[in-house]
């Protein structure tokens, strides 16, 4: 603080440092620079004596004129040793010029003392005393280093948050109430804002003293640069100082931070760079600093690297370039292959940030970093363990050591946490752990554990030393971190989300806080903060992952939950962890059970690539996936995997007790084994069932028992049913069946039980199997593996349940009520088991039994069965509406209770169903159709009780066709699903539904019979089907029913009076169809009458005696009438015949005469057909020898010109003889005419001189005009033919029909014969 009266003067030298006082020859002085370097770390404080010289030996600037007077020097080192208070008391009484008092400032800000420093030249700059006299430069300098000393503690104060001390219970202050600044946080901003407003006020009083001052400058626009005003802290550094002055050391610095923060990485790069190129010594460790930042962020990792170093090189406790070269070193370890080199580097590393952490302790940054480390780091515990197999208890000294909750390590491998010995089966040198020590027995085994302690004091610490919210979130993340991994959950969430607030951008924080929101609960909003952790890190794979499964669970869209499943497996498609969580959210909707196992398959393809142990949990999962899509073989397999899974976890041999066989059955053959012995056997040969032992071994010591399986080489399996000693002294074991050998003698081996039902681990997966075995059909081997759980573990509730269910299912109500008695004495107030009780005196109809149950069950106000059991209250009053004088009352409860369960959970589809058949009770039909058809569009018609009730309704509204389709629906959906309406069996459920739809095609043919017209036509065929499924409901039926036997009968006779009054409405029908009602009315009649007769006797039938006289009256009165109907019926049918086999005559006959008919015509077009081919071959012929007499005349024409012109010779050059010339050729031309004419030959001679007479061109035309007219002209050869022998057609023409007409008699004649 600064020199206040009341200090007591210094008398001695006893409180300053040794060797103080000292005389001094040098020149002592500070040089007045304008960088605020007036020294260097290693130079020393003079504080010359002036009290003893009378002050006469100091000019106005400091300099000592005496240089052999007394002086006090104080070292870099010796000045944390020196009080404040005393050297500002020295400085005074010394009359000390302004520069040393600037020196002495800067000597404990150089020792990181800020807040002596600030004080100290706080005094010297509010004491008028040390001021007055000086020159303005002093002066200047005073107040400006008291500005920049004053930002310089308000920097440590924000960056620090006023150190350790005073501050211990800060940290517990904040968290008392989140949300609220704590008082000692707000303490220290108003600290903050008291020095910075000092700073300004200084800087202020330096600019009255010179305005154009460059240290004022700085500190100006160091103080913008705090208060975050960028712009105007570059108007001081870069405009003023730079501008004015050039090169400044602070301003090139201030004005690279400015950049910096401005997010212009390479502009402030090259201003750091300028600085130390420009000052390499002044511009220190802190110039390397923040060029190591700027290369960081520009991705400049080994330039950054490079610069850290050589800071540290310069200033070796510097704490920044520690922790910069420490992150990057960290950040490499992941490019290192070698295992040495690995943790080689890792312990520099840690050395590094512990180093920083002896430097300056209350560095947040520092400890966050460390607590980091520890979190992670395996801490060893003095002293050895002994662990034995099997064993959860592990004895050691270090057991006073561990607390319940340590989280420890054994050995290399065995992780496990320490819990509370609730049995006292530690003591003082032994501890409990959570499970069971799986490998050999085995001593002196090293334990490791995390040190959460340190971890938890170091975050703590990080928290109170700043005010940075960045740093505190990363302290209060690494605290809640601790909370999570110790399962206080509850913590964990305050921490995470504190963290939050602070630091809204820090996503491990937020993905901590979403799953602790999942354990809590609180789906919605878990799923709100991990969309908020996915717009700042979209591709976090675990944020995209969660954020599905929660989208799946909710059920509002799941298209949308795929898509960022999907996204996270794109991204990371090898990561098996991400395919189980979407395995796990297909498996949430039945629908997608077959997709789901599909990705557990990929999930298994990918461990077993890696080599990675495939988890019990999945094994199991997979399991129940196949048994709920019936594929129970390979259910079994995955059950069986899951167990040796956990028998390998479990590690320990079996026991004597262990390996008593429980279970025989093959099909649980997971549960036991044979076990080879020494004894040898071999087939006797007079009995196949008898093994003589061969080896030696005595009767009593033998290892096998009468009641053993055994199994032989050949394969022979066995029980041991005697064993007996023979005659000549040899043992004999007689089996229950013949034994194969493969050779004589075969090795014997016993049936032995494993540890598998005895470990708790694998009780859960013994009773999937079992369940699995009932579904498959294999009751006796699922009834065996439930009671070998119930006596291996007594209070297992959920077997007792099931043999209670599989014999209620079996008839055997007596035993099912004999289990559920056992599962009440082992868990009283168990509401699964009071459920279930309630269930079975509902489906005795026991009403009052089944209220008092389901009302102690409300009274337990259990949220899991709450609404169950007022649903079961709702039902009960509604199954007794026929109370006497009470219908009323029982609706109204009933509807009572399913209201409020709709009150409490809208969206219960069991209760909104319920409701509507209490509308249609009271005959608001409309209503109730709307909601079940509400309750079918919300269920998605997984209550099947909905499609029953709407078939109700459509039948009384006298919709038949969709009563049936709603019944059927119904019976599809029960049938599927394995489920039924009530706790009845299901062939009983199905018998019921089968009567709803016997009845809906029996109420539709009586309506379809009001017409008594032809439209009551298919009357007939529904009564037919409601016969049909009155048959189908009496084989589902298991016990005589008699109703549904009156119910046949009478639709029976229904269906006879449908078939006997076709006649009536003009509807046709056969002689069958009248015997087959004849027959339902013979077979009916004597049931009824026996009915009567149980009446007669006593017995109960619950039918009104005129019911079924009315019934024989109507009977036998149809029989009579159905007889003669039958009879009328027959003679029809048999004029009928006698008709139809006349029709058939006559059919026949005709066929017949259409047959030869067709015959005739057939041979006249193949004779016709043969006289053309004839005449087209003449034609062929004809134009054959045309061609031949063309290519003849051809040939003579030129011989006989060859001829000519060797007669005639050459002709002279330039004429010829005649006029002929070359045209003349002096032979005669040919008349073709007779070629192409068809008549005959006196025509030819007459015109041969005529042709003659032509030329050679006309003859040439004709001919040509003559052989088209012939091959191609109009006229045929028939047509020619015609013309030549009109006599002959006619004759010919008259001879066919003669002959047609022969025929034709002839066929006649045949027909009436």
């Known amino acids: 603080m600064s020199g206040e009266a009341g200090i007591e003067p210094i008398t001695s030298e006893e409180e300053l440092p040794p060797n103080a006082t000292t005389a001094n020859n040098e020149d002592t002085s500070n040089n007045n620079n304008i960088s605020g370097g007036g020294g260097d770390n290693g130079k020393s404080l003079v504080i010359p004596i002036t009290t003893s010289t009378n002050g006469n030996n100091f000019n106005n600037d400091g300099n000592n004129k005496d240089s052999g007077g007394l002086f006090i020097e104080i070292f870099p080192e010796e000045i944390s040793s020196v009080r404040p208070t005393t050297l500002t008391k020295v400085l005074r009484e010394e009359q000390a010029p302004l520069t040393t008092w600037c020196d002495a400032s800067l000597l404990y800000m150089k020792a990181k003392r800020e807040k002596e420093g600030c004080d100290l030249i706080n005094a010297a700059a509010d004491s008028e005393d040390v001021m007055s006299g000086s020159n303005n430069q002093d002066r200047l300098r005073v107040l400006s280093s008291a500005g920049i000393a004053a930002l310089a503690q308000a920097n440590k104060q924000t960056e620090g948050g006023g150190g350790s001390s005073g501050g211990g219970d800060a940290f517990d202050n904040d968290m008392d109430e989140a949300g609220e600044t704590s008082k000692s946080t707000e303490a220290n901003e108003k600290e903050v804002e ?78 750091y760079g300028r600085a130390m190129t420009k000052f390499p010594v002044q511009s220190g460790a802190a110039a390397r600093v923040g060029f190591g930042m700027a290369s960081y962020r520009l991705g400049q990792t080994d330039r950054a690297k490079a610069a850290f170093r050589r800071a540290h090189e310069i200033d070796s406790e510097n704490v920044d370039a520690l922790v910069g070269i420490a992150v990057l070193e960290m950040a490499s370890l992941d490019e290192v292959l070698d295992a040495r080199e690995y943790r080689a580097k890792a312990e520099n590393v840690i050395k590094m940030i512990s180093m920083a952490n002896l430097v300056d302790h209350t560095n947040a940054m520092v400890q966050n970093h460390l607590a980091n480390h520890y979190f992670w780091k395996w801490t060893p515990v003095p002293g050895m363990a002994k662990a034995e197999r099997g064993s959860d208890v592990v004895e050691g000294s270090m057991a006073s050591s561990l607390e319940p909750g340590d989280i420890i390590r054994i050995g290399r491998e065995f992780e496990t946490l320490v819990v509370a010995d609730e049995d006292d089966m530690a003591d003082d040198n032994s501890f409990k752990i959570k499970d069971s020590w799986k490998f050999e027995s085995t001593t002196g085994q090293k334990i490791w554990k995390k040190d959460y302690d340190r971890v938890v004091s170091l975050a703590k610490g990080a928290y109170n030393s700043t005010n940075i919210p960045e740093v505190q979130a990363e302290s209060l993340y690494m605290l809640a971190r601790v909370y999570h991994a110790r399962g206080d959950m509850e913590q964990a969430n305050k921490f995470y989300e504190k963290a939050c607030k602070h630091a809204p951008e820090l996503s491990p924080a937020r993905f901590g806080l979403a799953q602790t929101l999942i354990w809590d609960e609180a789906y919605d909003e878990a799923a709100a903060h991990l969309r908020l952790l996915l717009g700042t890190c979209s591709n976090a794979t675990d944020a995209l992952a969660a954020l599905g499964l929660l989208e799946v669970r909710g059920g509002k869209d799941r298209r949308e939950a795929f898509v960022y499943l999907k996204k996270a497996i794109d991204l990371d498609p090898f990561n098996a962890d991400l395919v189980l969580i979407e395995a796990l959210a297909l498996q949430q909707h039945e629908s997608d059970y077959p997709q789901a196992l599909d990705r557990y398959r990929k999930a298994l393809r990918l461990l077993e690539a890696q080599s990675k142990p495939v988890p019990a949990d999945v094994l199991t999962n997979m399991g129940v996936l196949c048994h709920e899509t019936k594929q129970y073989n390979e259910a079994l397999e995955m059950y069986g995997k899951a167990l040796n899974v956990v028998d390998a976890d479990a590690g320990a041999d079996a026991t004597e007790e262990e390996k008593e066989v429980l279970v025989k059955h093959k099909d649980n053959s997971l549960f036991w084994d044979y076990a080879k012995t020494a004894v040898t056997v071999k087939v ?199 109370t006497v004088g009470k219908y009323s009352k029982h609706l109204q409860y009933a509807a009572d209770f399913y209201r409020r369960i709709l009150q409490k959970d809208n969206a219960n589809a069991y209760a909104a169903n319920g409701l509507g058949t209490v509308l249609a009770e009271k005959g608001k039909l409309l209503e109730a159709k709307e909601v079940f058809n509400r309750v079918r569009e919300v269920s998605g018609d997984t209550i099947a009780d909905a499609l029953l009730n709407l078939g109700h309704i459509y039948l009384a509204q006298k919709k038949h066709p969709e009563a049936l389709q709603m019944y059927l629906s119904y019976m599809a959906r029960t049938q599927s699903s394995g489920a039924q309406i009530t706790s009845k069996s299901q062939e009983d459920d199905e018998a019921e539904v089968l009567q709803y739809i016997a009845f809906a095609h029996f109420d539709w043919a009586r309506q379809t019979e009001l017409f008594n017209d032809v439209k009551a036509a298919p009357a007939d065929e529904r009564y037919k089907k409601c016969i049909e499924y009155l048959e189908m409901a009496m084989k589902k039926s298991k016990r005589e029913n008699i109703l549904l036997r009156f119910n046949w009968c009478m639709a029976k006779l229904q269906a006879a009076n449908c078939v006997l009054q076709k006649v009536n409405r003009n509807i046709r029908r056969t002689a069958q169809e009248v015997k087959d009602a004849l027959t339902g009315l013979e077979e009916s009649l004597p049931i009824i009458q026996t009915m009567i007769q149980w009446k007669q006797e006593k017995r109960k039938v619950p039918i009104q005696s005129s019911m079924l006289t009315d019934f024989v009256s109507q009977c036998k009165h149809n029989i009579d009438s159905a007889k003669g109907h039958l009879n009328e019926e027959l003679r029809k049918e048999q004029d009928a015949q006698a008709l139809r086999d006349i029709q058939r005559m006559d059919a026949e006959a005709s066929k017949k005469s259409n047959e030869m008919k067709a015959s005739l015509d057939k041979e006249k077009e193949a004779q016709e057909e043969e006289e053309r081919e004839k005449r087209a071959m003449d034609k062929m012929k004809r134009v054959a020898n045309l061609t031949e007499g063309w290519k003849t005349a051809d040939t003579a024409a030129k011989k006989e010109k060859s001829t000519s012109k060797k007669k005639k010779g050459d002709a002279p050059p330039g004429g010829v003889d005649d006029e002929g010339g070359i045209f003349d050729t002096d032979v005669a031309a040919a008349d073709t005419s007779a070629l192409f004419d068809d008549s005959d030959d006196d025509d030819d001679d007459d015109d041969a001189g005529d042709a003659a007479k032509k030329t050679e061109t006309e003859a040439s035309t004709q001919g040509e005009q003559a052989t088209q007219k012939d091959l191609f002209g109009d006229s045929s050869d028939e047509e020619e033919l015609e013309a030549e022998n009109p006599k002959k057609r006619s004759a010919d023409d008259d001879e066919a029909d003669t002959e047609q007409a022969a025929k034709k008699a002839k066929v006649d004649g045949e027909e009436q014969d």
């Not at 626009?221 to 960028?230: D, E, H, T, V």
């Not at 009071?834 to 009274?859: E, I, M, R, Y």
């Open 684 to 882: 006797s040969g007079d009995d196949e069932r008898k093994l003589i032992v061969s080896s030696d071994a005595d009767i009593d010591s033998l290892v096998v028992k009468v009641g053993d399986d055994i199994s032989l080489e050949g394969g022979t399996e066995a029980a041991v049913t005697e064993i007996s000693k023979g005659g000549d002294g040899s043992i004999h074991i007689l089996i229950d069946g013949d034994a194969e050998l493969s050779s004589g003698e075969s090795s014997l081996s016993v049936k032995q039980g494993n540890r598998k039902l005895h470990n708790l681990s694998s009780i859960s997966i013994a009773f999937n199997l079992a369940r699995a075995h009932e579904s498959a059909g294999r009751v006796v081997p699922a009834v065996e593996l439930h009671k070998a759980i119930v006596k291996l573990h007594p209070s297992y509730v959920n077997s007792y349940l099931r043999l209670a269910c599989i014999a209620r299912d079996c008839g055997s109500l007596k035993e099912c009520a004999e289990w559920l008695k056992s599962a009440v004495a082992v868990a009283p107030g168990n509401p699964e088991v009071l459920t279930l009780v309630g269930n079975l005196h509902l489906s005795l109809c026991d009403w009052a039994p089944a209220q008092k149950v389901f009302d102690q069950l409300l009274a337990q106000k259990n949220q899991q069965v709450e609404a169950y059991s007022m649903l079961s209250m709702g039902n009960i009053y509604f199954n007794n509406l026929n």
């Open 194 to 271: 008291e020095l910075r407003a000092m700073a300004d006020a200084r800087f202020v009083k330096a600019d009255n003293i010179n305005q154009v001052n460059p240290m004022t400058w700085i500190g100006r626009g160091m103080l913008n640069l705090a208060n975050n005003k960028y712009d105007q802290a570059r108007f001081y550094f870069e405009n003023l100082t730079l501008g004015q002055y050039g090169e400044i050391l602070p301003a090139l610095i201030g004005m690279a931070a400015v950049k910096y923060l401005e997010k212009d990485f390479k502009g402030a790069q090259d201003l």
